[in-house]
């Protein structure tokens, strides 16, 4: 009896590929790998998409979709900014590699367009200068795109710790602190025997970073105002 073909389509792929990306690190990531979770040989894969490269601008554009999609459009541009920034970090905490995605791909995708669009629009309405408007869009993703990694790469690195039976760096650490000087660790000790380094990837270390972005642009627009004055 001739075996049946397994039942493929570009939405099985994608959502293949969310699933391996989902267990391993996005550099493990193959089309071999990826054929072989739905059932095909590897040169099957091409007549859907012609390169890895493609496979990962459809992902980003589902992701810019997705983010697009839950974005709502509420205040001035402080609002809206703080809100898109919210709004990119909850998609992309969802689905495994997404950040490294979007850094990865170019805007050759519908609805990555439009998410670039979108973060241009929440400026707009600002008194600063084109190319500032894109400055300020470009830094506040970096900024969600970088706390998003950094927690992500944070959770991996325990994770391997736990899965290895090593021992969590805390006893380690204080013991090489001891053999520092104050000079060379006094700060950095008494941050991390506070336990202030456990803040790092929360929401209040989010939002006062966000904070920070949006205060520095409304002292770029004060500055704007005066020199014009």
Not at 18 to 27: H, K, Q, S, V, Y
Not at 52 to 75: D, P
Not at 194 to 207: I, N, P, S, V
């Amino acid at each position: 009896m001739k075996k049946q073909q397994p039942q493929i389509s570009e939405e099985r792929i994608l959502e293949a590929s969310w699933e391996l990306l989902g267990e391993d690190d996005i550099e493990k990531f193959s089309m071999r790998r990826l054929a072989d979770r739905v059932g095909i040989q590897a040169p099957s894969l091409y007549w859907y998409f012609k390169s890895k490269q493609k496979l990962y601008q459809r992902l980003a554009n589902q992701i810019s979709k997705i983010i697009v999609e839950e974005f709502q459009v509420e205040g001035g541009w402080k609002e809206q900014l703080a809100g898109l920034a919210v709004t990119v970090r909850s998609v992309l905490s969802r689905y495994p590699c997404s950040t490294q995605l979007m850094m990865m791909t170019l805007p050759h995708e519908p609805d990555i367009i439009r998410f670039n669009n979108l973060m241009l629009l929440c400026v707009e309405s600002t008194p600063l200068k084109p190319e500032h408007k894109m400055q300020v869009a470009t830094t506040l993703m970096n900024y969600v795109f970088f706390f998003v990694l950094d927690n992500y790469q944070h959770e991996r690195n325990v994770t391997a710790v736990i899965m290895n039976k090593e021992e969590l760096p805390g006893e380690g650490m204080l013991q090489l602190l001891d053999t520092m000087s104050e000079a060379d660790s006094g700060v950095f000790r008494r941050v991390f025997t506070t336990g202030l380094f456990e803040l790092m990837g929360t929401d209040q270390a989010f939002e006062f970073g966000l904070k920070l972005i949006i205060l520095g642009i409304e002292q770029v627009i004060l500055e704007q105002e005066n020199s014009q004055a």
